[in-house]
Nanobody
Framework: QVQLVESGGGLVQAGGSLRLSCVAS????????MGWFRQAPGKEREFVGS????????YYADSVKGRFTISRDNAKNSVYLEMNSLKPEDTAVYYC??????????????????WGQGTLVTVSS
């Protein structure tokens, strides 16, 4: 497994932007497909988006499509979540996760075997 550490969360006003980072330990990061999930208080963890090991393919939840962008830098063992036009309903703890599952169907939390500790994003209205 790979160890993951997220950073970049914080408080932002509605309409603002944040960039989350996730750094992985180990030399196998470039073999993993990576995902971002979020969990709001009292709600289940939900899929935000994912990126293939090569970075060529990305998938997004409808709720963030057009506002969020996932990218990765395999040389830095890092994956990023650029969040723009933030809304109060984007408030949640954001997690990065790693998987060998590939394709559009890999968007369940159970598809991912390694998780970070999460970083809190709060969007004020």
């Amino acid at each position: 497994q790979v160890q993951l550490v997220e950073s970049g969360g914080g408080l932002v006003q509605a309409g603002g932007s944040l960039r989350l980072s996730c750094v992985a330990s180990g030399r196998t990061f470039s073999t993993y497909n990576m995902g971002w999930f979020r969990q709001a208080p009292g709600k289940e963890r939900e899929f935000v988006g994912s990126i293939s090991w090569s970075g060529y393919t990305t998938y997004y939840a409808d709720s963030v499509k057009g506002r969020f962008t996932i990218s990765r830098d395999n040389a830095k063992n890092s994956v990023y979540l650029e969040m723009n036009s933030l809304k109060p309903e984007d408030t949640a703890v954001y997690y990065c996760a790693a998987t060998y599952c590939s394709g559009y169907g890999c968007h369940q939390a159970t598809d991912f075997g390694s998780w970070g500790q999460g970083t809190l994003v709060t969007v004020s209205s």
